[in-house]
Every structure is written in structure tokens, then in C-alpha cells.
């Protein structure tokens, strides 16, 4: 699914952890999970950091083991504290401590520290649990590669290469690391936990309520993704979709209309252009800060596209971009997607184990011509990704992964009906199956958790443990934000 910047981005990306010092225990077991005291920035009071060992072939029990990199941020008021609350975090690859930064002031887990433990565990194959990272062109400053086909051959397989000296590339699968979090849960002295889950985090918060049902008090969920998604086949219809909204938003809005009052025909006539071959673009060096050319692929340029449509913030550039790459200038789109770009966030390795193992097998001919038809992406995506998972090795996924995942844990559902990757009907089709579950679904939001609306909303239900009665009122007052007529000046790569 993936993960997109918005105004929150620096909380979720923007915080290196600090070393650690003094051992503490936590609860009656914590000594396993050798936690240290660490002082976190910008975080009120001392967190607990620190490690936990798991085997890597969990099955086995013998061989190399994967030290778990855990952040614990103690209730505030321990006096009333309630269960704790896990953060499950998106891509698949993006690392949960990324967002220790949201518990601080102002941030959207801010609410819940009062009473509860805020734990996040790095997903085994992400951050510092045996991170799985490498460049699959994900490096701007290499622009030609940047632009070039999305997930090269060489590229992969180099990928491969590398990461198979430090792990068994097999066995990164969600259905194994939903296993290690239930037994740091257990190390920690934790009996039931709420999550709450974002994009692939969604789907993995699913796995664990399938794996660990007995363990878990309430889920809270937004971006959702359900085990049947089978990435990437969402991509070019989710997209679409929010495209043909993006179309009606800027011609209902006085500003962006006046702007771009042939959006929609721009946009066609550069994909038209984009048909006839890669062009020779003039671009700006990111290092050296001069022009320069680029050969640019039509792959790339709807792909870059693509992650715009992930957000309402992100998308309301998305008409600039259309407009000056039709008068030939795609400095613009440069900046756009150097900003949005996310690939240094993502450990590869886990995010290519968790694809082509859960999703690319699974995906049927029929489906790509149903779910490419009509779409600007077309089967582009699915193509090169099915082209990458040929190299890669594949975990022992059973089919009966991707059933929908049934339970009576309280379920709460934000979906954005401006999400250009994990549309509605995704948690339409879920939510039958959770007989304490609902969905709520907002018009002018997408796959973002930037709404104090959004917030309010969360922490009540977690706090009540119970979407019930549950007042989502103020999520119909939420509205995109203003088009951009310029780019901003941190986004300016010259």
C-alpha cells in the first residue's frame, strides 16, 4: 500500500532514537525484552528501549536469531493505566518506531499516553530488526535511475544478492512476524492489547487478530487493507478512482479551476505524448543544482502519479505537475516526487518477501485486465512487480491467507473516499465479518492520519473499547486542503 507524506510526515519519519542507559523492568517479565531507560525527543519523561531476540526460523528454533528493536513509552498517569496500545506501521517495510515522534505534543497518539503504554515494535526485516534495505532506484540523486523503469532487473537482483548474506529472505512473511509481536506482548507482561493499525499495518493488525484474537481488547484501523488485497493489484483502480475525484474536485473549486481549466485534457495529452516513447526532459541535478536531461518513462511518471493520489495534501499539487509537464516543464513533477518519495523509508527486502509471497502468486490474468481496464496506470504496475517477485524468493503462504478475517474483538474502520490506494470497499467487503465492527468513511480524506477530527475519533473508541454510540460527526466537516498554484519553497530542489 505504502505509506505517504502529509503535513504529519516528520513525526512519522523524523525522529532518531537515542542510546540507551540505565535497564528497567517492565512489568513482571520485562527483563527478557532487555529494555533500557532512553530519553526520546520531543517525547515527556524516559521511554524504554531496547531489544528481543526471536529466532528467525521461528518453525525450527535453531540458527540465527533477529534482535527486535522495541520502544516502550510509559502511561503518564500509571496510577489509571489501561492496556497498552501497539502501533502497527505501513509500507510493508516502513520501521514502527518511525512514529514515536506522534506521541509528542501535538501529535495524533499524543491522546492515548495518559493511560496507556504506547509500544512499538520494528517489524522483523524493518528498522533496526534486521532491516532489509537496499536501493531499487529509490535514490533521487541518481535521477536517470530515479526516473527510469520502476524496480529494475539489475537492481533486484543486486537487492537479492546483498540481503541473502544476512538473512533467509523466506522467512519475513507477516503470518511469522504477527508471531514475534504476540511473544514480545508476552515478554513485556502484557495479557490483552489494543492496536491501532495504518495501510499494511491494517492488513497486519487482520493477521494478528486471526493469529492472537484472544490477546487483543480493540483494533483501530484507517487506510484499510484486508489479506485479500493482493498487491499490487489494488493500485490502478484504486487510483483511478480517486483521479476521476480529483478531476470533479478542482473544477467544483473556483481556485483550482481558474489554474487548471483543462486539467483533465492535460493530463491525457501528456500520457499521449508519454506513449510515443521515453522523452528527453529537462530536470535540475539535486547535487550539483544544475540543469540536466532525463529520459523519462511513462512507467515512472504514472507511478510517481500514483503516490501523489495517496493523500489529499499530496494531490492537491497534482494538478501544477499535469499542468507544466503539458507546457513541457517537469522540474515541477521532479520536486513533487522527490518530496512524496518514500523508497529510503522502506526495507526492500521485507516489503518484496511480504509482496511477492502474499499477494503477486495469487493474482490471476482475469483479474489484471479487470482491474487495469480503463485506468491510466493500466497493468504497468502489476507487470514490473510480477517481474521483480520472479527473483525473489517466496515464504510458504497457504491461499487461505487471503480469507477475510473474522472475529469479535471491537473493530473501528477509518476508510478515505480520496484514497488512492486502499479505497473503501476494501473495509466494506471486512467489515461483515467482525460482528463488533464499523466503518466510517470520509469524503475529502485519503490514506492519511492528519485529522484531530480523526484523532478525537480513535482515542474515544479505544478509551471506550467500543465503537457503539460512537459520535464520528465532526469526520463530515472534514475538506481537502487549498490546490497549489506553485511549489513551496522545502520542496524547491533549486
Keep these: 500500500m505504502g505509506i505517504q507524506r ?5 513525526i512519522l519519519f523524523g525522529l532518531v532514537l537515542c542510546a540507551a542507559s540505565v535497564s528497567l523492568t517492565v ?11 532512553c530519553k526520546l525527543p520531543d517525547i515527556e519523561g524516559q521511554g524504554r528501549c531496547g531489544k528481543y531476540e526471536v529466532y528467525e526460523n521461528r518453525a525450527a528454533k535453531i540458527g540465527r536469531k533477529i534482535g527486535l528493536n522495541i520502544v516502550v513509552l510509559p502511561a503518564l498517569d500509571p496510577k489509571h493505566r489501561a492496556e497498552p496500545v501497539f502501533w502497527l506501521h505501513g509500507g510493508p517495510g516502513a520501521a514502527s518506531t518511525d512514529t514515536v515522534g ?58 537479492r544478492k546483498k540481503l541473502e548474506k544476512i538473512a533467509n529472505l523466506k522467512l519475513y512473511s507477516t503470518t511469522i512476524a504477527m508471531d514475534d509481536l504476540d511473544e514480545v506482548r508476552g515478554a513485556l507482561g502484557y495479557n490483552k492489547i489494543n492496536i491501532v493499525g495504518a495501510s499494511y499495518g491494517s492488513l497486519a493488525s487482520q493477521a494478528y487478530m486471526r493469529q492472537h484474537g484472544d490477546h487483543v481488547r480493540a483494533v483501530f484501523i484507517l487506510g484499510v487493507a484486508t489479506p485479500a488485497i493482493k498487491q499490487p493489484l489494488l493500485f490502478a483502480a484504486a487510483s483511478q478512482r480517486t483521479l476521476e475525484l480529483l ?85 515541477p513533477f521532479e520536486e513533487l516526487a522527490v518530496a512524496f518519495n518514500v523508497g529510503p523509508e522502506i526495507s526492500r527486502g521485507m516489503y518484496f518477501t511480504v509482496t511477492c509471497s502474499e499477494g503477486v502468486p495469487f493474482i490471476t490474468e482475469q483479474e489484471i485486465a479487470d482491474q487495469s481496464r480503463g485506468t491510466f496506470l493500466g497493468d504497468y504496475r502489476v507487470r514490473v512487480h510480477q517481474a521483480a517477485c520472479k527473483q525473489w524468493p517466496r515464504a510458504d503462504v497457504s491461499p487461505d491467507f487471503l480469507r477475510f478475517v473474522r472475529s469479535d474483538v471491537p473493530l473501528l474502520m477509518v476508510s478515505g473516499q480520496e484514497d488512492g490506494s486502499t479505497q473503501p470497499y476494501f473495509g466494506e467487503q471486512a467489515i461483515n465479518y467482525f460482528t463488533h465492527g464499523r466503518q466510517i468513511e470520509i469524503a475529502k480524506y485519503g490514506h492519511q492520519l492528519d485529522s484531530p477530527c480523526v484523532w478525537k475519533v480513535f482515542q474515544t473508541f479505544i478509551e471506550r473499547g467500543s465503537a457503539q454510540g460512537l459520535d464520528t460527526s465532526c469526520t463530515k466537516k472534514i475538506r481537502r486542503p487549498p490546490f497549489a498554484t506553485k511549489v513551496p519553497k522545502d520542496f524547491a530542489i533549486t
Design 102 to 159: 506522534a506521541a509528542a505534543k501535538g501529535g495524533f497518539l499524543e491522546g492515548l499516553r495518559k493511560r496507556h503504554d504506547l509500544v512499538f515494535v520494528d517489524q522483523r526485516g524493518t528498522g533496526d530488526s534486521n532491516g532489509l534495505k537496499c536501493d531499487i532506484g529509490d535514490d533521487p540523486n541518481h535521477l536517470q535511475v530515479f526516473f527510469g523503469e520502476v524496480f529494475p532487473s539489475d537492481a533486484v537482483a543486486a537487492c
Design 6 to 10: 502529509a503535513p504529519w510526515a516528520p
Design 247 to 331: 478531476f470533479e474536485d478542482c473544477n467544483a473549486d473556483k481556485l483550482c479551476r481558474k489554474a487548471f481549466p483543462k486539467f483533465r485534457e492535460e493530463f491525457d495529452a501528456v500520457l499521449a505524448r508519454l506513449d510515443h516513447g521515453p522523452p528527453r526532459v529537462r530536470m535540475i541535478d539535486p547535487v550539483s543544482k544544475k540543469p540536466t536531461t532525463v529520459m523519462l518513462t511513462r512507467g515512472n511518471y504514472v507511478e510517481r502519479l500514483r503516490l501523489l493520489l495517496y493523500t489529499t495534501f499530496a494531490s492537491s499539487f497534482l494538478p501544477l505537475v499535469v499542468h507544466s509537464a503539458y507546457q513541457n516543464d517537469f522540474v
Design 27 to 37: 512489568h513482571a517479565t520485562a527483563a527478557q525484552a532487555n529494555l533500557h531507560s
